[in-house]
């Protein structure tokens, strides 16, 4: 049940922290001026592994946990959606949204700006799918 409880609250860690990127810092950086956009990026990059790093750790464990010692309210079904939810947002992250911070830690390009927002959504709607399920299961 621990590995449930802490999974579910790293989740909603996730969830809070992606729709304030998705709905705050990914579309401001379409209307910075370039220099200040390739700053503002790297800022981004390096203060929110911080934030993320951590809870990302904790729902990569948890949901590992979870798929072989799982507690009796929640199915197998259910732990693999979960971790299938987690594993759509890590994905995303890797071969998604870092290449594009890359690109705009380097050069602002208000395309590629867009293009960040727009994927984003896939990231977006994976941990709040994931946040939905794992709190079903808490109180079911």
Request: neutral net charge.
């Amino acid at each position: 049940m621990t590995a449930l409880v802490l999974g579910t609250a790293a989740t909603w860690g996730m969830v809070g922290v992606i729709w304030m990127v998705q709905l705050v810092q990914y579309p401001m950086l379409t209307g910075y001026p370039p220099e200040a956009a390739t700053t503002a990026m790297a800022d981004h990059q390096r203060r929110i592994s911080w934030v993320v790093g951590p809870l990302m750790a904790v729902e990569g464990v948890t949901a590992l946990i979870l798929l072989v010692d799982r507690p009796e309210i929640m199915g197998a079904t259910q732990a693999w959606v979960a971790a299938i939810l987690l594993g759509v947002a890590l994905v995303s992250t890797v071969a998604v949204q870092v290449p594009l911070h890359s690109r705009l830690a380097d050069a602002h390009d208000v395309v590629t700006a867009r293009r960040l927002v727009a994927t984003n959504w896939v990231r977006t709607t994976a941990w709040t799918a994931r946040g939905v399920l794992l709190v079903a299961v808490l109180i079911s």
